[in-house]
C-alpha cells in the first residue's frame, strides 16, 4: 500500500458550546489505501473526529488536508445499518445513486455489482424485516461501496452483532478492502477486531480526546484464522492493550507513535 498520506488531521480541536473537549491537538496522517482503525474509550472523540473526517461535524479549530489538494470520494458506514424499512434491498443499495440524480437504468449495473460484493445475490428483493443483523449490515457495506468511494468511513459497524457474524464480516470486509484498495478508517472498541483489521491501531485517550499512541501492524493479509490463533496477533493484541491502559492514566506513549 502507498505510504502517501492522503488524508492529515492537524492540530484539530472541537469543544461544543457546553463548554466539553471532545477533542484537542488531534493529528493524524492516513495514507492512501491504509486500513487504519481507531480505538479508545467511550468518549474519546473517535466518531467525532471520523465525522469531521466525512464533513459531517465541524472543527473549533485546527485543518485537514487532502493528498492531491482535492477532497477524495468518502463514504460513511454507520453502527446502525440505517436502511430505509419500506425500499427493498436494491432500492437501499441504489438509494446514494438515486440522490445523485443517476436515472436507475443506469445505476443497476452498479448496484447489482456492490451487491454481489457482499454476498447477497438473490436477496434484491427482500426488505429489512426479513434480513438478519448481519445482512443489513452487508446491505449498508454495499451502500457505501456502490458510490466507489476512496474513502470508506465506518463507525462501530459490526458492534451489535454476534461474535461469529462479527468475525465473518471481519474477513469479509478485508476481502473487500484488497480487492478495491480504499483508504478505510475504522472505528471500535474491540482490541481484538483491531489487530485482526489493521495496518495500524490509533489509540485515543478521552478528556479531552487524543492520539496517545500509534501502532503499526506488521502481519500479512491475507488474515485468516491461522493469524487470530497466531503468537504474533496475541502479541499486537497485548501491545494495544497496554497502550490502553496507559491512556486510561493520561500515559502518552510517545515511543509508539508513528507517521506514513
Known sequence: MSNIPLISLSHVNKVYANGTVALQDLNLAIGRSQFVTLVGPSGCGKSTALRIIAGLGSMSSGHIAWGDGTRPKLAYVFQEAALMPWANVLDNVRLPLKLSGMPKHQALS???????????????????????????????????????????????????????????????????????????????????????????????????????????????????????????????????????????????????????
Open 110 to 260: 452498479a448496484v447489482s455489482e456492490a451487491i454481489a460484493m457482499v454476498g447477497l445475490q438473490g436477496f434484491e428483493r427482500n426488505y429489512p424485516r426479513e434480513l438478519s443483523g448481519g445482512m443489513k449490515m452487508r446491505v449498508s457495506i454495499a451502500r457505501a461501496l456502490v458510490t466507489k468511494p476512496d474513502v470508506l468511513l465506518m463507525d462501530e459497524p459490526f458492534a451489535a452483532l454476534d461474535e461469529m457474524t462479527r468475525s465473518k464480516l471481519n474477513s469479509d470486509l478485508l476481502n473487500l478492502w484488497i480487492q478495491l484498495n480504499p483508504t478505510v478508517i475504522f472505528v471500535t472498541h474491540n482490541i481484538y477486531e483491531s489487530v485482526y483489521l489493521s495496518e495500524r491501531v490509533v489509540v485515543m485517550a478521552a478528556r479531552p480526546g487524543r492520539v496517545v499512541a500509534d501502532v503499526k501492524i506488521e502481519a500479512a493479509y491475507p488474515r485468516d484464522e491461522e493469524y487470530r490463533t497466531s503468537l504474533l496477533y496475541n502479541e499486537y493484541c497485548r501491545e494495544v492493550s497496554h497502550c490502553l491502559s496507559n491512556a486510561s492514566l493520561g500515559i502518552t506513549d510517545n515511543d509508539m507513535l508513528t507517521t506514513v
